[in-house]
């Protein structure tokens, strides 16, 4: 699994702009997995499973209006029920743009030698997103340290 960081202010930091802002250019450039960049970009390898859940001030999966289930949009407000001490329940309005209050990350790892054994037809057979999630950039690629 790659890491990628850019800068709000960098010509490629095109989250708000467009919406295929994630291209095989910028990851290259900012999230090499190779021993001429001395790995800056890797996090974790042999990655095989990733699922993030952004949720709400109750612990609610957050649904927002034109987002697909299961997605998030920093640009897209959402409506959230806040429990206050007195026992109430207040209906907020996050506005865009918002992050959610809490984001939820499960990942799983193989070790190295049973990663070793997964071949391309059982890599294939792996899931690769959960039903009604966008599917993931077309510069989607593999991590994995690669010598120079």
């Known amino acids: 699994m ?3 960081f850019l800068n709000p202010g960098a010509g490629d930091h095109l989250v708000y702009s467009q ?20 790995y800056r970009g890797l996090f974790a ?21 034109g987002v697909g289930a299961g997605g998030y949009d920093s640009r897209v407000g959402y409506a959230d029920q806040v429990h206050e001490s007195t026992g109430t ?6 506005s865009a743009p918002v992050l959610p209050t809490a984001v939820e990350v499960s990942v799983v790892v193989l070790d190295s030698r049973s990663a070793s054994l997964l071949t391309a037809p059982m890599a294939a057979t792996i899931k ?5 999630v966008p599917p993931r950039p077309t510069a989607w690629r593999p991590c994995r340290p690669t010598s120079a």
């Open 128 to 132: 690769p997103q959960s039903p009604g």
């Open 19 to 38: 919406l295929s802002w994630v291209t095989e250019a910028v990851l290259n450039s900012s999230a090499p997995a190779d021993a001429a960049n001395s």
């Open 45 to 65: 390898e042999n990655v095989v499973g990733l699922w993030v859940r952004c949720l709400d001030a109750s612990g609610n999966a957050i649904t927002q209006p």
């Open 89 to 94: 329940v207040a209906n907020v309005t996050r």
């Open 2 to 4: 790659c890491r990628i």
